[in-house]
Nanobody, 126 residues
Framework: QAQLVESGGGLVQAGESLRLSCTAT????????MGWFRQAPGKERTMIAA????????VYADSVKGRFTVSRDNAANLLYLQMMNLRPEDTAVYYC???????????????????WGQGTQVTVSS
């Protein structure tokens, strides 16, 4: 079964940058669209970025568009989220996810994803 592991979270000040990474095992990573979601305490999990299986299209939540960039390196079996100009409202647990079906485009909907990582905490102080 697929196992996803996020890394790169931490504590930063507002305006700083951070890069998250996700690696997948037990699956052919390069065949699947991938996504990044986040969840703050007491809030629903929401999509922030997703990328097609081949990296040719991406989608972003309005709240992060222009600040965050999702990318992937299929040869290295890695998914990235580059976060720029972080704000306190970006504080959340960040999760990577794998699409249920192979060769898909980027999706905004969590039901399209069948495997999830354990999450990595991002905290942005003012």
């Amino acid at each position: 079964q697929a196992q996803l592991v996020e890394s790169g979270g931490g504590l930063v000040q507002a305006g700083e940058s951070l890069r998250l990474s996700c690696t997948a095992t037990g699956v052919t990573f390069s065949r699947y669209a991938m996504g990044w979601f986040r969840q703050a305490p007491g809030k629903e999990r929401t999509m922030i970025a997703a990328i097609a299986w081949n990296g040719l299209n991406t989608v972003y939540a309005d709240s992060v568009k222009g600040r965050f960039t999702v990318s992937r390196d299929n040869a290295a079996n890695l998914l990235y989220l580059q976060m720029m100009n972080l704000r306190p409202e970006d504080t959340a647990v960040y999760y990577c996810a794998k699409a249920r079906h192979p060769f898909g485009v980027a999706s905004r909907y969590p039901t399209d994803f069948g495997s999830w990582g354990q999450g990595t905490q991002v905290t942005v102080s003012s």
